[in-house]
């Protein structure tokens, strides 16, 4: 089986670094994804770690730490457009679905 | 850029009834999935589908659930007998290679059983 878990919720400043944390328990791993959803929205993709270490992706950057289960999505220059929640997603094998955690409902404050 | 849509955007329907949402995954993509989300609650793989058969299902997708590949573009969700809990939206995925690679989602189809 798998358990993903991230904080619930979040506040930050406009202009600020904020650090979304994610750990996970699965039976095999094949990814770990972020992605940000707007309240009434789909999701959409943010990115993908397979391997350890960090993906930086403009303001945007996503670690991960394998041995650990860990990972964080990190936002920089936040704007208030960044306010949504950002879901953490694993994949356990190749073919199989993501499973995703409940989201951290990230809001950005002038 | 390519985009997965599906139809309708908002469904009601009354208790009892069948419903079937529709989605055109990418074209170029093998693996088809869907999801729910109850609202405010995380997002709930329901079925994925590859080759055309199910590849694989989540104990939500019971009897009362069936999808469809009716042709070389549409990918069907029934859901036979609605019941008010399963008012939610419901997202279709596709991605290129499966597990490894991103989903790209759908707008959702929001579903109301009344």
């Known amino acids: 089986g798998q358990n993903i878990d991230q904080p619930t919720e979040m506040t930050a400043t406009e202009g600020a670094i904020v650090q979304i944390n994610c750990t996970y328990q699965?039976?095999?791993?094949?990814?770990l994804f972020w992605y940000q959803q707007h309240a009434g929205e789909a999701p959409t993709f943010l990115s993908y770690?397979?391997?350890?270490g960090l993906e930086e992706k403009g303001r945007f950057s996503s670690f991960l730490s394998r041995s650990k289960g860990y990972s964080y999505l990190l936002l920089k220059e936040l704007q208030m457009k960044d306010s949504a929640s950002y879901l953490c997603a694993a994949s356990n094998s190749g073919n199989t679905p993501l499973v995703f955690g409940k989201g951290t409902r990230l809001s950005v404050i002038a | 850029e390519p985009e997965v849509t599906q139809t309708p955007s908002h469904q009601v329907t009354q208790m009892g009834q069948e419903v079937i949402l529709r989605c055109v995954p990418i074209?170029?993509?093998?693996?088809f999935y869907w999801y729910r989300q109850i609202l405010g609650q995380k997002v709930e793989f329901l079925v994925s589908?590859?080759?055309?058969?199910?590849?694989?299902k989540s104990e939500i997708f019971d009897d009362q659930f069936s999808v469809e590949r009716p042709d070389g573009s549409n990918f069907t969700l029934k859901i036979r007998s609605t019941k008010l809990e399963d008012s939610a939206m419901y997202f279709c995925?596709?991605?290129?290679?499966?597990?490894?690679?991103?989903?790209?989602f759908g707008q959702g189809t929001r579903l109301t059983v009344v």
């Open positions: 074209s170029n993509h093998l693996y």
């Open positions: 699965t039976s095999g791993f094949n990814g």
């Open positions: 995925a596709s991605s290129e290679t499966g597990g490894g690679t991103e989903a790209f």
């Open positions: 589908f590859y080759n055309n058969e199910i590849s694989e």
């Open positions: 770690n397979v391997l350890d």
